[in-house]
């Protein structure tokens, strides 16, 4: 079984108010993910952080998890502890999870399934999304993995999984990955397409 972690706790600071608010067709971005990520799994995990008290109420009767990290200032590495202590503790039945992020708007259940079944006919223990040449979230780790994903410190995210087990990792292409929500000026782009 695979869970889904949305990764939702950063402060937005590049935006001024909270990204995962922001509503794009008719739903905000933390929806959008939650909704793509349902749609896939029935264990799915948000972790928020930051601005938590503006962002929760939109999720709030959705059937997912929220986890409130504390430390998120210390960076994404926290928010990853937190999601995979979470998991070993409480869904004993998860052998892979996938992290993603609710600033990618692409990122939808089609990707979300691409990359659990290309898990199920991989020997290799990362599948990650593959865009703009190079490798990153979503992207699915088996539990082999959820030792790594416990020892990233600060602001390590996924990625220096990627790259330090670069010949254990299967792509799958998600050439609108390159489209990330960090600034306002993004978003006014996203709006117009």
Not at 156 to 182: C, M, N, T
Request: negative net charge; charged residues 20%.
């Amino acid at each position: 079984m695979t869970a889904i972690v949305i990764l939702a706790a950063g402060p937005s600071s590049r935006m001024g108010s909270a990204k995962q608010n922001l509503v794009y067709n008719g739903q905000t971005l933390l929806q959008r993910a939650v909704k793509n990520a349902l749609s896939v799994t029935e264990t799915v995990l948000v972790v928020l952080g930051a601005n938590r008290e503006d962002i929760e109420y939109s999720i709030k009767d959705q059937p997912v998890n929220i986890l409130y990290n504390t430390n998120w200032t210390e960076g994404m590495a926290t928010s990853i502890s937190l999601a995979v202590e979470e998991i070993q503790s409480a869904y004993l039945n998860i052998t892979s999870i996938i992290f993603t992020l609710c600033d990618q708007p692409f990122a939808d259940e089609t990707l979300l399934k691409q990359l659990i079944t290309a898990a199920e006919s991989s020997d290799k223990g990362i599948i990650a999304s593959e865009y703009h040449n190079t490798l990153g979230v979503p992207a699915l780790f088996k539990q082999v993995y959820f030792p790594y994903l416990l020892a990233l410190k600060g602001k390590e995210g996924a990625k220096k999984l990627l790259l330090q087990h670069a010949d254990d990792v299967q792509s799958v292409p998600f050439p609108l990955g390159e489209v990330d929500i960090d600034t306002l000026e993004d978003f006014e782009k996203l709006s117009k397409k």
